[in-house]
């Protein structure tokens, strides 16, 4: 089984910064893609960063120039860097890796699966 398991989170004020880090376990999965979603109160779960195996990312609009997404394949590992934070950033943030997964124990093959951290809660106060 595959376990996304985020850490970072907390609280800053406006204009700070912030590193959140989310830990991919597990064996039988070929990871394509990273990303962090985020859910404000209230609000449906949007893309905020996205890497891809080869390091092609995407950012949504709000965050581009403030936010930066890396990855560590070697530790099947995403960070999501936060800078200038604003309070409209507060939320909870899950992250998520796609990609193929063979589980052992099943022996069932996913194509193009997505796994979800449980989320690490960032607040922003102004």
């Known amino acids: 089984q595959v376990q996304l398991v985020e850490s970072g989170g907390g609280s800053v004020q406006a204009g700070g910064s912030l590193k959140i880090s989310c830990a991919a376990t597990?064996?039988?999965?070929?990871?394509?893609?990273m990303g962090w979603y985020r859910q404000a109160p209230g609000k449906q779960r949007e893309l905020v960063a996205l890497i891809t195996s080869d390091d092609n990312t995407n950012y949504a609009d709000s965050v581009k120039g403030r936010f930066t997404i890396s990855r560590d394949n070697t530790k099947n590992t995403v960070y999501l860097q936060m800078i200038s934070l604003r309070p409209e950033d507060t939320a909870v943030y899950y992250c998520n890796a796609n990609g193929d997964y063979y589980s052992a124990s099943e022996g069932t093959f996913s194509r193009d699966i997505d796994f979800w951290g449980k989320g690490t809660l960032l607040t922003v106060s102004s």
């Open positions: 597990g064996s039988g999965f070929e990871i394509h893609a």
